[in-house]
C-alpha cells in the first residue's frame, strides 16, 4: 500500500520492513516529532506533557503495589505495613503513588484552569475540552477507590459516607436508593465484598483513562493547539515543529516538576495525608471529623453547604458535570480571557472561590464556615450559569493582534520595494 506523503524516511532496512506493515514509528513522527505547533506558547502548556508521565508513574507503581496488596478486610491494612517495612523499596513505591495521586490531581487542575483562562474549549475544540472533563470524573472516581483500600479509619468511614450518599435517591423512588446502596457494598454494610469490588475497580480504571487519553490527545491534533492569543495559526512561519523545542521545554517543566514531586516523597510524604489513616478501620468507632483528601475538599464543601441531602448530592455531582457544558455556556467569540477585561475579574474570583472551598471543606460544617460555604457554593455556579453567558454578551473586549507572532513582537512592517537600478550602457567602441 502506498504510503501518504510525509516526511518520515526510514534509516535502515528493518525500519523500513516495518514502516511497509505496521508504520507506527511513521505516526510518531508526524504526531509528536513534526508535529507544527503554535510558536507562542508558555510553560502553562508543559501540563499536559506532565499529565502524561503522572499517568504512566501511577500504573507503573500500582502494578507493582497490587503484587504485594492483599484485599480482604482483616489483611489490608497489614499489607500495606508489611510493604512498608519488608518489601526492598516498597516504602518508596507506595510514597510514590500517594504523593503521585497528589501531584496527578494537581497537574490536572492547574491544566483545566489553564484551559479555562485561555477558552481552549471553543471551537473546534469541544471534543478534547469534553473528553478531558471525563479524564477528570475517572480521576476523582479511582482516586476514591484507591483511597480505600488502605482501610484505615478515615478510609474506611469515607466510604462509609460517600457511598451512602446514594440513599438520597429514596426521596425520588422510595426504596432504590437503599437497594443501591447495599448492590455497592455487597450487604448490609462496609466490608469484604465492598473491598473487592472497589480493588477490581481501582485496577481497572487506570486502564480506561489511559484510553480515554490517547482519544483526548487524538482530538488534539486534528485542529491542532490553542495559543496564548486564543487567535488561529495564519501561516506556516507561526508554527515549529514539536521537536525539539517543545520537547525541550517540556522536559524543563517536568524535571523541575519531579524535583517539586520529590520533595515530597522523600522529606514530608504524609503531609497531604490525614494521620487516622495509620489506624486500622473500626466499624465501631467514627472519627470526630470526616475529611478526604485535599483534592476533594471543594467538592466536598459544596455537598455541605446544601441542607438537603438529595440536592447536596445533585450539586456535588453537578459542580463537575457543568464543565462539560462549558464550550455552549461562555458567549463570547473571543478565546484568551487576556483580552477580556470584565471577564478576567470573574474568572480570579472563581479561581479565589475554589482555594475557599478546599480550605471551608477542612472545617467543621457550621457557623461561619456553613455561611461562606453557602456564599462561594452559589458564586461557583453563578460563574458558569450567569457570568459566562452574560458577560459574553455586554463585554467589550481589546482588539485582538493579527497574529500570533504579532502579539509578542508587534506588528511586522513590510520593507518598501527598493527602486530597481537603472541599467548600464556599454560604452560605444571606438572605430577603427
Known sequence: MAQSSSSYEPSTGIEKWIDQRLPVPRLMHEQFLVFPTPRNLNYWWTFGGILSFMLVSQIATGVVLAMHYVGTTDRAFDSIEHLM?????????????????????????????????????KAPREVIWILGVLILFMMIATAFMGYSLVWGQM?????????????????????IGTRLVEWIWGGFAVGGPTLTRLYSLHYLFPFLIAGVVV????????PGNN??????????????????????????????????????????????????????????????????????????????AIPSKLF?????????????????????RVRSTSYRPIY?????????????????????PEGVYLVLGRILTAYYFLFFLLVMPVVGWIEKPKALPGSITESVLGPQETPAAA??????????EPVA
Open 85 to 121: 517495612r519488608d518489601v526492598n523499596w516498597g516504602w518508596l513505591l507506595r510514597y510514590t503513588h500517594a504523593v503521585g495521586a497528589s501531584m496527578f490531581f494537581l497537574a490536572a487542575y492547574v491544566h483545566t484552569l489553564r484551559g479555562l483562562y485561555y477558552g481552549s474549549y
Open 155 to 175: 478510609s474506611f468511614w469515607a466510604v462509609t459516607v460517600i457511598t451512602n450518599l446514594f440513599s438520597s435517591l429514596d426521596a425520588v423512588v422510595p426504596g
Open 215 to 222: 482519544l483526548h490527545i487524538w482530538a488534539l491534533h486534528i
Open 227 to 304: 495559543n496564548p492569543s486564543g487567535i488561529d495559526v495564519k501561516s506556516p512561519r507561526e508554527t515549529i515543529p514539536f521537536h525539539p523545542y517543545y520537547t525541550i521545554k517540556d522536559g524543563f517543566a517536568l524535571a523541575l516538576f519531579a524535583l517539586f514531586f520529590a520533595c515530597f516523597v522523600f522529606y514530608a510524604p504524609n503531609l497531604l495525608g490525614h494521620p487516622d489513616n495509620y489506624i486500622p478501620a473500626n466499624p465501631l468507632q467514627t472519627p470526630a471529623h470526616i475529611v478526604p483528601e485535599w483534592y476533594f475538599l471543594p467538592f466536598y464543601a459544596i455537598l455541605r
Open 312 to 332: 447536596g448530592v445533585a450539586a456535588l455531582i453537578s459542580s463537575i458535570a457543568i464543565l462539560f457544558f462549558v464550550p455552549w455556556l461562555d458567549t463570547s
Open 344 to 364: 478576567k475579574w470573574f474568572f480570579w474570583a472563581f479561581v479565589a472561590t475554589c482555594f475557599v472551598l478546599g480550605y471551608l471543606g477542612s472545617q467543621p
Open 419 to 428: 527602486p530597481k537600478p537603472a541599467p548600464r550602457r556599454r560604452a560605444p
